[in-house]
């Protein structure tokens, strides 16, 4: 049940249990050192804190950035180490959970924020099956990555304080059970075997709560309790919390309906599930306003989009040169990318008269679309810089009709159209390749951005799972896909010209 009660001021009070959240002016119990005596936390306990109604979407927003990327590294197949290499850096960038003894840290801060995004984030994720799932599905990898990042003994007390309920293997059931338990150990040489078996320590639980190991037969089974070796614990905890999750979110979805009278929280929680549910989150890139940094000029932009834009970009470029026309929103998606990019006001009113050439009179251009250009560079109206669109605002507003040309290809193509795009616009990508497969499967699955991530790497000489060419990342912008583009030449530029250069210099001697 949710419930929200209107008292004025802004601070409000969040007491949420597994299904009650209730807004009051007043804190009831303030959060103290105690409440965060581990790092890792099971959130069984609702949180009971003085929170702004900015903090609740802040905190929220923060942890679905991480569970969106997570999830569509899940959808890249990386391998494991990869991806976990991948989470650990960009968790570490924008949901740091520092272990006890880190020094310089807010303990206290970075707990109380990364609690609160959870439990928001159990209110939005509630209300369907698929969006329990894949929430559950992106909570276990960040809590798997923390688990396996934290400090061994800060570890071992947070899971004796957890109580679990299974039983310990006493030394005489371990050596009746010795060679059995030794069938299963997949660590290290033969001739070590018998050290590991002795430093072991097992737990029996019910079979059925660890079906991981059971399938990948790394467990012994008697009498319907699997052995789990202390070196497996991982799953036997991924479980437990998986368990409590699922029926926490099970509870609070029963309750769902009396939240959405909250005028205030509703439309918060709707777009933090819409926005994941388009396989994004708000992006964090910031990009350039078009009036700092290296220059572009009109004349530079064929050659740009050719080499460096994302495939929403290059055909909205490709168009406009074919049809000498775009309709508004067209020239506002390509309008504040090449802004974005660092066309400059000038630079762009002269892209824009050449790109009309001869189907436009100059006077119906000054009159019409001159205003149009100055006022999205904030020179104009309001005069608001506009930034550039990310892919979350193009794939979810203001959707495309049929004689419209902005959009996102993965999504607004057919299937059809999309091959037939990719394939005249990328030379490297063949239609019945693997990576077109890839690309196509994607897309069937709605992850659009791991599509266009694909896409990069593979026009970048990039293997799989390389993302943009750092950490991993999956794009989540236009103007950053150009951008790493941009770099990776530079890069490759750089070290041609190093080479040159030392080749010039052995010639010398
Ligand atoms: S995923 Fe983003 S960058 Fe790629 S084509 Fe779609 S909107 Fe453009």
């Known amino acids: 049940m949710f419930k929200a009660e209107k008292i004025g001021g802004r601070n409000v009070t969040a007491s949420a249990s597994t299904s009650d959240v209730k807004l009051h002016s007043k804190a009831s119990e303030a959060s103290t050192p105690s409440r965060y005596p581990h790092r890792l936390n099971f959130y069984d ?18 942890r679905l950035r991480v569970l969106a990327h997570i999830e569509s590294l899940n959808h890249r197949s990386l391998p494991a180490p990869q991806f976990s290499a991948a989470v650990a850096t960009y968790v570490k960038a924008h949901l740091p959970l520092n272990s006890n003894s880190a020094r310089s840290a ?12 959870h439990w928001v984030l159990r209110l939005a994720f509630s209300r ?8 559950i599905r992106s909570e276990l990898s960040l809590f798997r990555e ?16 957890m109580k679990f309920n299974w039983e310990e293997v006493g030394p005489t059931e371990k050596q009746e059970l010795r060679e059995d338990l030794m069938a299963c150990m997949p ?28 399938g990948s037969r790394r467990v012994f089974v008697k009498g319907g309790m699997a052995y789990v070796p202390n070196s497996s614990q991982i799953s036997l905890v ?7 999750l699922e029926t926490a979110l099970e509870l609070t979805a029963k309750n769902l ?51 460096h834009f994302s495939p929403c970009m290059r055909n909205l470029y490709e168009r ?5 026309h775009m309709k508004h929103f067209g020239r506002l998606q390509l309008g504040l990318f090449l802004k974005g990019i660092g066309l400059p006001l000038e630079e762009a009113v002269i892209f824009w008269r050449r790109m009309y050439g001869s189907s436009m009179t100059d006077d119906k251009f000054n009159k019409e679309y001159r205003y149009n250009i100055r006022h999205s560079y904030g020179q104009e109206g309001k005069r608001a810089n506009y930034p550039p669109k990310s892919c979350q605002q193009i794939l979810t507003t203001n959707q495309p009709g049929t004689q419209d040309s902005h959009g996102c290809p993965f999504r607004h193509f057919s299937p059809d159209n999309l091959a037939t795009f990719l394939v005249s616009s990328y030379p490297t990508l063949d239609r019945s390749s693997a990576e077109m497969r890839d690309i196509l499967d994607s897309v069937k699955n709605s992850h659009y951005h791991v599509a266009c991530t694909r896409v990069f790497e593979v026009t970048h000489g990039l293997k799989k799972g390389d993302g943009l060419g750092k950490d991993g990342e999956t794009v989540s912008h236009p103007n950053r896909y150009t951008e790493r583009s941009r770099e990776i030449e530079a890069d490759r530029l750089g070290l041609v010209k190093k080479d040159e250069e030392e080749e010039d210099v052995v010639m010398a001697e």
Not at 128 to 135: E, K, V
Not at 187 to 206: H, M, T, Y
Not at 259 to 270: A, K, M, Q, T, W
Request: overall charge negative.
């Open 257 to 307: 309906p009396r939240l959405d009278e909250d005028e205030r929280l509703g439309p918060v929680i709707d777009h933090l599930a819409s926005s994941f549910l388009s396989g994004l989150a708000a992006g964090d890139y910031q990009p350039a306003d078009g009036t700092s940094g290296a220059a572009v000029t009109a004349e530079m932009v064929d050659d740009l989009a050719r080499k």
């Open 187 to 214: 660590w290290g040489k033969e001739s070590k075997k018998n050290d590991a078996f002795n430093a072991e320590k097992w737990n029996k639980v019910p079979w059925y709560t660890v079906p991981d190991l059971i």
């Open 320 to 324: 406009l040169k074919r049809d000498h």
């Open 238 to 244: 991924l479980q437990a919390y998986s368990a409590r």
């Open 45 to 62: 306990r609702p949180p009971v804190l003085d929170i702004t109604l900015e903090e609740f979407e802040t905190c929220a927003i923060d």
């Open 146 to 161: 923390r688990f396996t990042s934290d400090d061994l003994n800060e570890r071992n007390t947070f899971l004796r304080s």
């Open 128 to 135: 369907s099956p698929d969006l329990r799932a894949r929430f």
């Open 106 to 117: 807010n303990l206290e801060e970075e707990r109380r924020r990364d609690e609160i995004g």
